[in-house]
């Protein structure tokens, strides 16, 4: 396939015994918008570092527009035109908008930076997004993680002549509105002659942005195509060799007697009126846009955040708790952000798991290890965590297990009521089948589960009664089956 | 040798961060006495370098268990200089030795129980609310000794790290040396089979997860420094016995010496990271070091170079180690 912009044969790459990639064919031509899909460990990540020039392949070649393509780290791929934008954005939150995007390419005279010239260029770069809305002088850890992405992106564009632009999951922490302007600035520099590889595991983004995809699983291609006449479906199939419909597995649930129960709940800034009644048996669902208030409800609700107004009801309690207080009543939280509040990234996975009670681990104060990691695997065991074994380290995990040791940790509470908030963000398809699976088993155990979520299929798919909340204020708690995306949608964005 | 096993090896060495000073420390040992055979390699000699490192050991027990918890302690030098000065006043005034001692731990106790309150309560950095301890716990030590050192009546005391009497060899080693093994045993044991323990390194690895699991943070962290500072008062007892006076200023800088030993034993200072046997490793290392270079007739400030040289050295050994490891 001559006149690719980007063309990848036989690209292999071992680490020790592990093949991380077998043989990866990608040809991707300019000004196309080119998803490239998988489950974790399919060796998406390894393939970007090799074209980000993080990591040299040990086999196969990749050319350029015709060039053979060899970048010596990061800077020289950035030079050549192939330029990363990482989940983790990678901004200096001290310095401003300008400053960061001509960071390390400041234009200078005698040393001294020609600040006209710099927001000139700055503001260029960000007019080709049509975000010239963001101010230049603005301190980019100020801004919206979304607002932070676009200048990322156009840092990219002002440093070099960027000729592929490579987006890491980019919509994994935007609200609907923000990934709509994310795709209009991608359309935009795609009919400028950009291509774009589109890393995601949301199929329904896809859909809309991609013009054409490749699959790896286990580290090599194993499909490609044009998105247009390509089912959602059969791109899950390419992946995992599973049917979309087996994603949402469901049995009838029976509500028990009122587990969770509260009224007019207000935090400092959000949520500002929030009433529900959960029942044992029941999947609950909050949808909404980002920032509406949603985590911080059940940030409030397991008092980790100072409640305004409001009151609380956790089956025979009454009252506001804190979070040691809120675990013993048999409550349990998961956060949205495992790295940074959800896990111990350094300690292992057995005390990751066993964190929340080690108590009956040994005898009076003690916990002896093997009783520790034996009740660990237990769970790591029927979540299916793929470790060496518990006493690994969690940072060693992939997203999708990290998750799953999350989650193990309330289930090794053995707590009644499992808030989770947005507990299948960033993880394969494969895993979010089994937490599917695992919020199914919870349910029809007798337990209560409150789902954050901003993954509509998930909602509508999982949940027995889904309430919307917008600008602080929950909806009415209606049944999943009386309800549509259009519907969540509209009700997210104010408008029914 | 297999890739598997070599992965297993790194693996093994991640986990133990105490492997490389212990090799380094076996290492410069047979360095010196090639070097020095005729006085290093002696049992002497060995005692004596043991002995001179009990009171930094002590101290460095504390300081790892602040280490793991992401938190610092700058205070430990003042607080070891008023427990003495707190001992051999209330030996003067007529108490008993035991009573003595336990009064200068009680005061040491007391000095982590004040860093603690405020770093959680003021929600200040450890490293500016320990800078001002130590100075206020100096100017304390030399206000109640009119910045005169104090005399005591001669005690069992004395004799804590002293060379042993010709009719005690039965001990092996001095009682002050058992009590520092003793100690290590304990705290290592607290640290890794208790919940008291794994809490301190949940802590340390990440506060909002332990805040999320219910663990009770601020009680933890004021637990550990009333600890580690009650083990300032034991190195002070030891300190003590070593000057048999109480001495407003001396330690002056030895919470430098006890923080080195800890980071050369695998402790970051980002918390969650340390190693007890590590940290005792890396204290008879340093000693070991100005020993050898006493021996060989180096300056002090040719040790001091060196010191500092091995600080850096095993702290970058120890990333590299943790890249190897894939972690």
């Known amino acids: ?496 | 040798m297999s890739t598997d096993a070599k992965h297993a090896i790194a693996r093994w060495l991640s986990r133990n961060s105490w492997v490389g000073p212990l090799v380094a420390l076996l290492v410069l040992y047979a360095l010196f006495a090639v070097m020095v055979p005729d006085t290093f390699p002696t049992a002497g000699n060995v005692r004596t370098m043991v002995r001179q490192t009990t009171v930094v050991g002590i101290a460095a027990l504390g300081m790892t268990l602040v280490v793991i918890l992401g938190g610092i302690d700058l205070s430990v030098g003042s607080t070891v200089a008023l427990a003495t000065v707190v001992i051999a006043y209330l030996l003067q005034a007529g108490a008993g030795p035991l009573a003595a001692a336990l009064g200068g731990v009680l005061i040491a106790a007391l000095c982590g129980l004040f860093n603690g309150v405020l770093i959680t309560s003021l929600r200040v950095m450890p490293f500016i609310v320990t800078l001002g301890a130590m100075g206020i716990i100096r100017g304390a030590a030399k206000g109640l000794a009119h910045e005169q050192k104090i005399d005591a009546p001669v005690t069992w005391l004395n004799n804590l790290i002293a060379e042993l009497p010709p009719g005690s060899k039965w001990q092996i080693l001095p009682a002050g040396v058992w009590l520092l093994i003793i100690l290590a045993l304990a705290v290592s044991a607290l640290l890794h089979y208790t919940r008291f323990g794994r809490h301190i390194f949940a802590v340390g690895s990440n506060e909002q997860t332990a805040r999320l699991c219910g663990i009770n943070v601020p009680g933890v962290k004021i637990a550990v420094y009333v600890i580690s500072s009650a083990l300032a008062g034991l190195a002070g007892i030891m300190q003590f016995s070593r000057l048999t006076v109480g001495d407003p200023t001396v330690a002056s800088g030895l919470e430098l010496d006890v923080i080195a030993a800890v980071v050369i034993g695998g402790g970051t200072l980002a918390g969650g990271e340390g190693s007890i046997l590590g940290a005792i490793v890396g204290a008879m290392l340093m000693t070991e070091i100005k020993t050898g270079g006493t021996h060989l007739g180096l300056s002090n400030w040719v040790q001091e170079i060196i010191t500092g040289v091995i600080i850096i050295v095993a702290v970058a050994l120890d990333r590299l180690r943790h890249r190897r490891a894939g972690t």
Request: include cysteine; glycine fraction near 10%.
């Open chain 1, 1 to 496: 396939m001559s006149g690719s912009r980007l063309h990848l044969t036989h690209v292999s790459k071992r680490f020790g015994p592990t093949v991380a990639l077998d043989g990866v064919h990608l040809a991707i031509a300019a000004g196309e918008v080119h998803a490239l899909v998988g489950e974790n460990g399919a060796g998406k990540s390894t393939l970007m570092k090799i074209l980000s020039g993080a990591l040299a392949p040990d086999q196969g070649e990749v050319r350029l527009d015709g060039a053979l393509f060899r970048p010596r780290d990061p800077l020289d791929a950035r030079r050549h035109g192939v330029a990363m934008v990482y989940q983790e954005l990678s901004l200096a939150p001290h310095l401003s908008v300008a400053e960061n995007i001509l960071l390390g390419a400041e234009p200078t005279r005698a040393g001294v930076v020609r600040r006209k010239e710099r927001d000139a260029r700055a503001r260029h770069a960000l007019a080709e997004l049509d975000r010239t809305d963001i101010p230049l002088d603005a301190r980019a850890g100020d801004l919206p993680i979304a607002v932070q992405q676009v200048v990322e992106i156009a840092r990219s564009l002002a440093q070099s002549d960027t000729r592929v632009l490579i987006l890491d999951e980019p919509t994994s922490s935007l609200s609907d509105h923000d990934v709509r302007r994310l795709f209009a600035a991608i359309r935009r520099l795609r009919d400028r002659g950009l291509s774009i590889i589109y890393i995601s595991h949301v199929l329904e983004e896809v859909q809309a942005i991609a013009d054409r995809f490749t699959v790896l699983r286990d580290g090599a291609t194993v499909g490609t195509g044009a998105v247009e006449g390509t089912s959602s479906s059969d791109i899950v199939r390419q992946m995992s060799g599973r049917q979309l419909d087996e994603l949402f597995p469901r049995s009838p649930h029976t509500p028990g007697e009122t587990i969770l129960e509260f009224a007019d709940v207000a935090g400092i800034v959000k949520p500002d009126a929030a009433s529900l009644t959960i029942r044992r048996g029941e999947v609950v669902g909050i949808g909404g846009l980002v920032g509406a208030g949603r985590t911080e409800l059940l940030r409030v609700i397991f008092g980790l955040d100072p409640v305004r107004k409001g009151s609380v009801r956790v089956a025979s309690w009454t009252g506001w708790a804190a979070p040691r207080r809120r675990l013993s009543q048999g409550v349990g939280f998961a956060s949205e952000d495992r790295k940074a509040e959800g896990l111990a990234l350094a300690m292992s996975v057995a005390d990751n798991i066993t964190l929340s009670k080690l108590a009956g681990l040994g005898p009076g104060p003690f916990v002896v290890p093997a009783r520790q990691r034996a009740a660990a695997a237990r769970w790591s065991d029927r979540l299916r965590v793929r470790c060496h074994d518990t006493s690994q380290k969690v940072r060693e995990l992939s997203g999708g297990n990290q998750q799953k040791v999350a989650i193990a940790r309330l289930l090794h509470h053995d707590v009644d009521v499992y808030l989770l908030d947005e507990p299948t963000r960033g993880i394969d398809v494969g895993s979010k089948t089994e937490l599917y699976g695992l919020i199914d088993k919870l349910a029809l155990a007798g337990k209560a589960v409150l789902l954050v979520s901003s993954y509509l299929p998930e909602l509508l798919g999982i949940c027995d009664r889904i309430s919307v909340m917008h600008r602080g204020r929950l909806g009415p708690a209606r049944p999943a089956c009386e309800l549509t995306e259009h519907a969540v949608l509209m009700e997210a964005t104010g408008q029914a």
